[in-house]
């Protein structure tokens, strides 16, 4: 019986969807950890898979929400990699050329945007397939070119094509908080030095 009452008599704590409360002094005490539900941010069902909107990609997301719920994306095959490289290789007009890489590279990597800019180095312009890039956009391209190295800004990659000084560079967007792997970034290098060539052949 003492034991039943010394138990009944301890202070009770339950729990609400917003916390901890005791009942001693009916304070809610903060969650040990947040409440918020682990996700990620779904794609842009607006965006054009030929365009990349002219403005820097959105910082990284904290850790808690960009957590990767569905399957790894599956790396395109080498022979998916040859027959972009073949295809621009035939082409006659940067246009035409430009558009197809952009499509091509969205549908193989399942990316929201991809944008490919050339440079002319002597008037200072960046260009793509809907005119000149905001100077926001022309300065990041322009640092890749002449480096030679990727940049990676959040979700988005920029690759250089071709050795420094590259004369163009394209722009690769995911979801927000769903980063570029390894492995597909070694992939996106592998196809820029592949079609290189036939895109400095119609700058």
């Known amino acids: 019986m003492t034991a ?13 969807p917003l916390g901890v409360v005791s009942s001693v002094s009916g304070k ?7 409440t918020r539900a682990l996700h990620s941010v779904p794609p842009d069902d607006n965006a ?17 929400r960009v ?15 040859t027959a972009i490289v073949r295809m621009l290789a035939g082409e006659t007009s940067l ?8 499509r091509e590279a969205c549908r193989l990597l399942q990316l929201t945007d991809a944008l490919c800019v050339w440079l002319d180095y002597a008037h200072g312009t960046a ?22 190295r990727r940049s990676m800004l959040g ?12 004369r163009s ?9 769903i980063a570029f792997q390894p492995s597909e970034l070694a992939m996106i290098g592998t196809l820029a030095s592949g079609i290189a060539p036939a895109l400095d052949r119609l700058l």
């Open 4 to 16: 039943s009452r010394s138990k009944s008599s301890l202070p009770s704590i339950g729990r609400s």
């Open 155 to 166: 979700s988005a990659v920029i690759e250089p094509i071709g050795p420094p000084p590259s």
């Open 48 to 64: 054009r898979p030929d365009t990349i909107r002219d403005e820097l990609p959105e910082a990284p997301e904290p850790v808690w």
């Open 95 to 102: 246009h035409a050329a430009v558009v197809k890489l952009q």
């Open 28 to 34: 809610r005490l903060p969650p040990p950890f947040p």
């Open 127 to 148: 260009t793509s397939v809907t005119g000149r890039v905001s100077s926001q956009i022309h300065d990041l391209v322009r640092d890749v070119a002449s480096s030679g």
């Open 67 to 81: 957590a990767r719920t569905g399957p790894m994306p599956v790396l395109p095959a080498m022979h998916d990699l």
């Open 169 to 177: 560079v394209i722009l690769l967007r995911r979801p927000t908080g």
